[in-house]
């Protein structure tokens, strides 16, 4: 035990002084659900294998340090996914999931550096039209030690555009409400972004000139960050495909904040546009390279 735990700790100081790779990715039901399966409707279905398949292809070629997930299963789902990406070299021995009001779809990180630390916000209170309620899926916080110091990542996954009330036909006020919890929340734990170091990512299920994604960065005068540009290979910025009306959105965001921006590798992201992409999921990742600080 004492030689696999000083070889983890070895590789985790080797990482802390190079670049890092930190991607966000919604898997699209990386659980059991009712879904379309090769023309069939499917109740209570697991993702198919030849999904599962395409995402440990796409994971292995992004070849992230850090690696965010939406719409993960509990916990035996991202251990199932742990140990598959282990058999085929790609070894993330830190991981933890958010379970969270949404019993189904949770927030979680893959890693190869250890946690520094995990705060796991699962009753993030809001009101929605006059009730209390929570932030669906809540926030996951994991904070990690670099030669630069530390950094803190945020995943968040906002209410989607489905919803049965009739009251909130498109999630638009639950989806508002959820942001401006996160943007508080982000800002009680750093009241100076300014200073403060860290990235808050995954999938907003909004445009980005819409009202949640703007609150969510911008409440009033105080601002948590700017969102990065991204684009892909063809310098094409969506990430969600919705395959009913086939059309394309950007929904999927890295927001970072000022005090860590300037180690943000030209200043931007990338919408990843490998093989295998249609495959997985839904929707595409987005991944930042933050550089390693010059050594006085």
Not at 114 to 130: D, E, S
Not at 139 to 155: C, K, R
Not at 223 to 244: F, K, N, V
Request: with cysteine; hydrophobic share 40%.
């Amino acid at each position: 035990m004492k030689t696999v735990s000083s070889l983890l700790l070895f590789l985790a100081l080797a990482t802390l002084a190079r670049a890092l790779t930190v991607a966000t990715y919604n898997v699209e039901n990386y659980t059991v659900a009712d879904r379309m399966v090769e023309g069939v409707f499917r109740p209570a279905y697991p993702k198919p294998e030849r999904e599962k398949a395409a995402l440990r292809q796409i994971i292995a070629r992004m070849a992230p340090d850090i690696l965010a997930l939406q719409e993960m299963g509990p916990q035996p789902f991202l251990d199932e996914l742990q140990r598959d990406l282990r058999k085929e070299g790609r070894d993330y021995p830190f991981a933890t999931v958010l379970e969270a009001a949404d019993a189904d779809r949770h927030v979680a990180v893959l890693s190869k550096l250890p946690f520094k630390q995990v705060r796991r916000h699962a009753a993030v209170p809001i009101m929605l039209l006059g009730k209390k309620e929570v932030v669906k899926r809540g926030v996951l916080e994991v904070t990690f030690a670099t030669a630069g110091g530390d950094f803190t990542l945020f995943i968040v996954h906002l209410k989607s555009r489905r919803t049965e009330r009739p009251d909130d036909p498109e999630g638009e006020v639950q989806r508002q409400a959820e942001a401006e919890a996160v943007h508080d929340l982000v800002l009680a734990r750093f009241p100076d972004p300014a200073a403060a170091r860290f990235l808050v990512c995954g999938d907003w299920n909004d445009t980005r000139d819409s009202k949640p994604v703007r609150s969510l960065g911008k409440r009033g005068e105080t601002e948590l960050g700017e969102i990065l540009r991204a684009t892909d290979s063809r310098g094409e910025a969506w990430t969600y495909h919705y395959r009913r009306e086939d059309s394309y959105e950007r929904i999927d965001f890295i927001l970072v904040s000022p005090g860590l921006k300037p180690s943000v590798d030209d200043g931007r992201a990338q919408v990843y546009d490998g093989p295998g992409v249609p495959d997985a999921s839904d929707h595409r990742p987005v991944i930042v390279l933050l550089k390693p600080d010059p050594v006085d």
